[in-house]
């Protein structure tokens, strides 16, 4: 079970990182299925929050006992903090792109799926950190 | 039936600062949350939705919030609350 989330967190999570700059390609080749993969990836979004929030929820406490009791007790409380929160914007950001897409704003979309692949990126990055976290002593 | 993606997004990221503060200062907030969704990340998460689609109905058509143009609103909040969170939990951690 943890592994299904585990994998499921990892992979839409890099889907939200790759997903904007092909959207961003295809609205420049003025592409009709720019649309639906906006769609496709605020949809992605949301859902991540299962496997996201089951992962916090149910595993993490454990983990979060042997950061704090470690060498980068900042793992958890600036890092792991950090990342728990903006995951929860993800959606809002994905979703207001997907929405100019619908709505034909291109240009200005571009920004919000620029900022959603670098949140995106960095919440990547931030979830390696806490795992290094939990190994440093 | 209209909906301000904009207004919502604007409402939502704030709320989230304030979710997040209120729950490290105020532990019977946290509990009130605890109660309700049986965790502050499920409170803040369907709290959040919420007040996204709530606002984005509700000012449908709102064009501007505090003279500042709703589109540039949106922008400015949510970059700020990204900022915020991390620099909130860097001095909190700190301090």
């Known amino acids: 079970m943890r592994d299904v989330l585990l994998y499921a967190h990892i992979l839409i999570g890099a889907l939200l990182i790759l997903l904007p700059f092909i959207i961003l390609s295809q609205l420049k080749a003025k592409n009709p299925i ?85 949140a995106s990126l960095l919440i990547g990055i931030m979830g390696r950190i806490v795992k290094m976290g939990a190994l440093a002593r | 039936m209209k909906f301000n993606y904009y207004i919502g997004t604007t409402a939502s ?19 009130v949350l605890v109660s309700i969704f049986s965790h502050h990340w499920i409170g803040k998460a369907v709290l959040v939705t919420l007040a996204f689609a709530a606002a984005g109905f509700l000012f449908a058509g709102k064009k501007s919030v505090a003279g500042i143009a709703d589109r540039d609103c949106a922008w400015y909040s949510i970059v700020s609350v990204l900022a915020l969170i991390f620099l909130f939990f860097v001095l909190h951690f700190m301090l």
Request: a positive charge; glycine letters at 6%.
């Open chain 1, 34 to 118: 720019a649309k639906q993969l906006s769609f496709l990836t605020a949809g992605l979004s949301w859902i991540l929050l299962i496997p996201a929030g089951k992962l916090y929820i149910t595993f993490y406490p454990a983990t979060k006992t042997v950061i704090k009791a470690g060498a980068w007790p900042w793992a958890h409380s600036i890092i792991m903090e950090t990342k728990e929160h903006w995951g929860l914007l993800l959606p809002i950001i994905a979703t207001t792109a997907a929405f100019l897409v619908y709505d034909g704003k291109n240009e200005e979309s571009r920004k919000w799926w620029i900022l959603l692949a670098i």
């Open chain 2, 13 to 31: 990221s704030w709320l989230l600062l304030a979710l997040i503060l209120a729950v490290e200062f105020s532990a019977p907030f946290k509990g």
